[in-house]
């Protein structure tokens, strides 16, 4: 039998890049599904069912990523990712964007935390 494989780039849209809540939904999207599903920036390449994998991609606003699958519904779980990826993660019906939120308790920080990620931008 042979296995499905499906790929899709995509671009990381929403200003606060894959933060927790946006990991967490690919994490419980992907584990759901038969098919084995990796995040791919760069030279890493992580399990799209692990939440802190997913953040420590470091992937930021405007970073592409391709999404790999493979196995029984591959290009359905893609075609579903996608859409969350061009949808901001459907941050816009939350409200506010984390940037928002996170200025409201902290005002004066910004969205990305301290703590350098492997391979993070520079700051300009």
Excluded: W, Y
Aim: hydrophobic share 35%; aromatic share 2%.
């Amino acid at each position: 039998m042979t296995q499905t494989r499906a790929t899709r780039t995509v671009t990381v849209v929403n200003p606060g890049g894959l933060h927790l809540r946006a990991a967490s939904l690919i994490a419980e999207l992907t584990g759901r599904v038969p098919a084995k599903v990796e995040l791919i920036k760069g030279n890493k390449r992580v399990d799209a069912t692990d939440v802190l994998q997913i953040v420590l991609l470091c992937a930021f606003e405007g970073d592409q990523l391709l999404l790999e699958a493979t196995g029984q519904h591959a290009d359905a779980v893609l075609e579903t990712l996608s859409a969350l990826f061009a949808n901001s993660f459907d941050e816009d019906k939350l409200g506010t964007s984390r940037q928002g939120r996170q200025a409201e308790h902290n005002p004066g920080e910004t969205s990305r935390s301290d703590a350098p990620c492997e391979g993070d931008r520079p700051s300009a």
